[in-house]
């Protein structure tokens, strides 16, 4: 008996506090069931302007750490958001030690997007255009990583890079964003 009004109760609290959507004129849940309130998670952005100096992957956990070090020690959990603001690079994380990575990560990307298809149309800019634009969008634009105890929670041989995808180097904006 207690179960079958206890389920009950929670029913119709239930219907007065969040009313069916298509019925506007019910009760406000403003009126009955206040927001819950969560604390406030503190948040800092910066941005890194980095010239890439030519095209391949470039590890750039250095100049994140550097960049964003006063913030980030004042945080025990958290995340770190890092975003690139353009079309033809991107960021990815991946093994930061042994340099022949980012060389075979290259060359399959060029080998997956290659260069100077006859079906391409977007080449205004010349015959890495559009291939740095597919690119872009199969490693992504934005990465995020936890906070632990001030430090990002990368592994081991884990590092950041920012991937070049166009011939002519150019600056690079990325924003990064603490929250914890």
Avoid at 91 to 107: F, G, K, Y
């Amino acid at each position: 008996m207690f179960h079958y009004l206890f389920v009950h109760i929670l029913t119709i609290s239930e219907f007065l506090c969040h009313p069916h959507p298509r019925n506007s004129n019910s009760f406000s849940s403003n009126l009955c069931c206040p927001e819950p309130k969560f604390p406030k998670m503190p948040t800092t952005q910066h941005t890194l302007s980095i010239k890439a100096p030519k095209r391949g992957y470039h590890l750039i956990t250095n100049q994140i750490l550097s960049t964003i070090h006063s913030d980030l020690s004042k945080i025990s959990q958290g995340l770190c958001h890092i975003f690139i603001q353009h079309t033809s690079a991107g960021l990815t994380i991946n093994e930061n030690c042994d340099s022949d990575v980012r060389h075979d990560m290259e060359q399959t990307m060029n080998r997956i997007v290659p260069q100077n298809q006859s079906y391409y149309r977007h080449t205004a800019e010349g015959p890495d255009d559009f291939p740095a634009h597919m690119k872009s969008s199969i490693i992504g634009c934005e990465v995020t990583v936890p906070i632990t105890k001030g430090e990002l929670g990368l592994g081991t041989w884990q590092g950041v890079y920012l991937c070049e995808f166009r011939d002519r180097p150019t600056t690079r904006n990325v924003i990064i964003t603490l929250m914890g």
